[in-house]
């Protein structure tokens, strides 16, 4: 079993940046085995969207709205990954959840919200 956990998350001016994290915990194997880590975010009542993907060799992805913007990095010592975004706009303004893809099965965090105020 797997657990991620957000934080990190917060109240920001437009314009300003944040570094959320998400830590695992649980089964190492499982966890140095995560193929694919990576951030989405959800507004309510709409579809858990990509923000950023990395994988074990650093490759990463980003959603064309984030790309320039936000930077996502992989700690594999410390089983952690980051997620530094700068020049937030209110349209960020989400709650942000961590994905860990580990042998074909997808764990997710409880989520942190990011506010972006104009």
């Known amino acids: 079993q797997v657990q991620l956990v957000e934080s990190g998350g917060g109240l920001v001016q437009a314009g300003g940046s944040l570094r959320p994290s998400c830590a695992a915990s649980?089964?190492?194997?499982?966890?140095?085995?995560?193929?694919?880590m990576g951030w989405y975010r959800q507004a309510p009542g709409s579809q858990r969207d990509l923000v950023a993907t990395?994988?074990?060799?650093?490759?990463?992805i980003y959603a064309d709205s984030v790309k320039g913007r936000f930077t996502i990095s992989r700690d594999n010592a410390n089983n952690t990954v980051y997620l530094q975004m700068n020049s937030l706009k209110p349209e960020d303004t989400n709650v942000y959840y961590c994905?860990?893809?580990?042998?074909?099965?997808?764990?997710w965090g409880k989520g942190t919200l990011v506010t972006v105020s104009s």
């Open positions: 990395i994988t074990t060799g650093g490759t990463t």
């Open positions: 994905n860990a893809n580990s042998f074909a099965r997808d764990y």
């Open positions: 649980g089964s190492i194997f499982i966890i140095k085995n995560a193929a694919l």
